[in-house]
């Protein structure tokens, strides 16, 4: 079955960089997906990794996929007060309708 | 603005009365997602369409709930006899080409009185 789960709540100082796990259980994911949310809006595509890859650097994000123990991460370098908002961990699968399976998210806190 | 659009942003109804939203795709994108969002919750999945056709629909998706996408451009979803239990933001996402990534609107948030 799906499942994908991320801790809760993240507080770090502006600055600092920040991690942000996420585990999954379905191993025949095509994409793992990075998906952002600020209060009152929609889901913003931050970034993605192909699931055959082991990491991905986008600018201050740095995405690791371990996938032997189905872990993902988003590294945030320099992290900035607008980067308060709820991260959230997907799985991707190819052929179909393309199903996304979202985590529960983690909202980062960012203290100044 | 040529993102994922709907309308109407907020909705605050009665328990018992039907609701409709709408959403505007990307204009090139031929597949569009519906999603329910709960506090603290992710999106879940409702349903698919590939142009006008729905071609998936999650269990959540009770008979209170239908969705059309006439033209296969817009897309509308309507709640008859909204519950309490229906409170909840609900997502439109769209994607086109041979990308999967899915483009999320800014979301409807519904409130059942």
């Known amino acids: 079955g799906e499942d994908v789960e991320q801790s809760l709540f993240l507080s770090v100082r502006e600055g600092d960089s920040s991690v942000i796990n996420c585990t999954y259980t379905d191993s025949s994911s095509t994409y793992l997906y990075w998906y952002k949310q600020e209060p009152g809006a929609g889901l913003q595509l931050l970034t993605y990794i192909f699931s055959n890859m082991d990491m991905k650097q986008d600018q201050r994000l740095t995405v690791l996929l371990n996938k032997k123990d189905k872990h993902l991460s988003l590294r945030i370098a320099d992290t900035q007060t607008g980067d308060s908002a709820i991260y959230f961990c997907a799985e991707g699968f190819s052929g179909g309708y393309q199903k996304v399976t979202f985590g529960t998210g983690t909202k980062l806190q960012v203290i100044p | 603005d040529t993102g994922v659009s709907q309308n109407p942003r907020h909705k605050i109804t009665k328990r018992g009365q039907n609701v409709t939203f709408r959403c505007d795709p990307i204009?090139?994108?031929?597949?569009l997602y519906w999603y329910r969002q709960t506090l603290g919750q992710g999106p879940e999945f409702l349903t698919y369409f590939q142009n006008e056709a729905q071609l998936e629909k999650s269990r959540l998706l009770s008979d209170r709930f239908s969705a059309e996408r006439p033209k296969g451009s817009f897309s509308t979803l309507e709640i008859q006899r909204t519950e309490q239990g229906d409170s909840a933001m609900y997502l439109c996402a769209s994607s086109g080409g041979t990308g999967s990534f899915q483009y999320f609107g800014p979301g409807t948030r519904l409130t059942v009185t």
């Open positions: 204009s090139e994108h031929n597949r």
